[in-house]
């Protein structure tokens, strides 16, 4: 395992890169940025490298018996942990801490990475503060969070906070078309779904996305051709699958945004979707500017209510009612 493995992010593994050349390593490490885009792996690699048996320039050598033990996660050194459940409870910050109060036993640091950091409860997380408190000169600790914001601010303030940004669109697709063996364009498509997360990209299933855009693009197209009776029994559909109502919203906001990058460019590269162009140039030319923007505030407001738990009926009938509208 070594930093020449990770894809994009040079700006964060530059700083740990020079901070372990400098000798020059914090304590404690928070990794923040969207889910799935490569924090933990960094955490990982970086566990190889301060404990690697012949480091390089690009951290550990992946070869030694200590790289080969942080890679397969039974490193004795080296300890992960995660929410047991929907917390990281305070049991296993104990355990933790119990770990770290002795020596390594045949690594070079203590390294601790915490994964899903802002899941520790209130009781785990000041417990948690006493080992940021008190650190040993032969441990480190590495913090992954999505939501750095909900994390005690003490806890923060005695990290080093690294932000980690999504991968560049293109970068993305060419990873997919590597390792998932995808057609250039259904990678192009995924990569712009999974907005820069290697993680959502290598999970997502191009044949289901597409189906569900096939689905609800010629609902969107359909509903000024209805009449009130119509879109109401339609609203009651959705309203009984929650799943099905979410992906309108989500497709919603995605096509009509669409409608208007093609209005403006005439680029299909910029489409999420771009075989779609002909729905997306026919929406354009059918309505103004105004309409489309109107209609992407009502489905982010629409997701807004569902989210604070308004009647997914009401919902359904007043998002459906309106998009109606000519």
Sequence with gaps: MSFATIVGHERPITIVKRAIANNTLAHAYLFSGEEGIGKKLTAIALAAAVNCEHRGPDGGCGECPSCRKVASGVHADVHLL??????IKIDQVRQVQEDFALKPFEGLKKTLIVDSAARMNTASANAFLKTLEEPRGDALIILVTSMPQ????????????IRFEPLPRHTLAQVLV?????????????????????????DMDVDQEKADRNQIMPILEELYRMGAGQ???LAES???NRERLDRLLDIGVECLRDALVYRETAEERLLVLPGAREWFRRWAEQFPVTKILADIELLMASRYMLDRRVSAQLVAENLLLKLGRS
């Excluded at 995660?82 to 917390?87: L, T, Y």
């Excluded at 909900?150 to 906070?161: A, D, H, K, P, V």
Aim: aromatic share 6%; net charge neutral; with cysteine.
């Design 82 to 87: 995660v929410p047991d459940g929907e917390e």
């Design 150 to 161: 909900s994390l005690l601010s003490t806890i923060r303030s005695r990290c080093q906070e």
């Design 178 to 202: 590597r390792k998932r063996s995808l057609a250039d364009e259904d990678a192009w498509f995924i990569a712009a779904l999974a907005q820069g997360s290697i993680g959502r990209g290598l």
């Design 231 to 233: 879109i109401l029994t």
């Design 238 to 240: 959705f309203a009984k």
